[in-house]
């Protein structure tokens, strides 16, 4: 009994963790939790969980840290790219819709957008953390929906 319990936890610290990995966050974590035995549900909290963990740190942190990095030789450069890629991939759409873009960067389940993009712009666009979290989390939803819709679609498909 003990070691099943110890089983179902490190999936669902796999599940978790890998939500929190930016590019995969919760679009690969749902089918990596599906495949591990998981109900598609459980995998969805589970995989919605570990992709917000981040977003508090990204959106208080990112301007300092980025402000911090632009001041040193080394790294002046590559915090411009960052920046540049970010904000030319998202801000438009953020600046135009405000909240509602913020949302739509999120909820949109494609490469380029997710929490740490949606997140990064927010930050990057001085977007207050009141209306950047929420908007942020009600995307992620959304995207979580439709991942797990397709993500168990999929595997009921695969494997009979």
């Given at each position: 009994?003990?070691?099943?319990?110890?089983?179902?936890l490190s999936i669902e610290l796999t599940v978790i963790l890998t939500a929190t990995i930016p590019i995969i966050e919760l679009r690969g974590a749902i089918p990596v939790g599906i495949s591990l035995g998981l109900s598609p549900f459980h995998a969805t909290v589970l995989s919605f969980i570990g992709s917000m963990i981040p977003v508090p740190f990204?959106?208080?942190?990112?301007?300092?840290?980025?402000n911090y990095l632009k001041?040193?030789?080394?790294?002046?450069?590559?915090?411009?790219?960052l920046t540049d890629r970010s904000l030319n991939n998202n801000a438009g759409?953020?600046?135009?819709?405000?909240?509602?873009?913020l949302i739509l960067?999120?909820?949109?389940?494609?490469?380029?957008?997710?929490?740490?993009?949606?997140?990064?712009?927010?930050?990057?666009?001085?977007?207050?953390?009141?209306?950047?979290?929420?908007?942020?989390?009600?995307?992620?939803?959304?995207?979580a929906a439709a991942v797990m819709i397709l993500s168990h679609g999929v595997v009921r498909m695969i494997v009979p």
């Open positions: 009994m003990l070691k099943e319990l110890l089983d179902l990204i959106l208080f942190t990112t301007r300092p840290f980025f001041k040193t030789r080394m790294f002046r450069r590559l915090v411009h790219k759409k953020i600046q135009k819709y405000g909240v509602w873009g960067v999120v909820a949109v389940p494609l490469p380029g957008t997710g929490v740490w993009s949606g997140s990064l712009a927010a930050a990057l666009l001085d977007m207050r953390f009141k209306w950047a979290f929420p908007a942020i989390l009600v995307g992620n939803l959304i995207a």
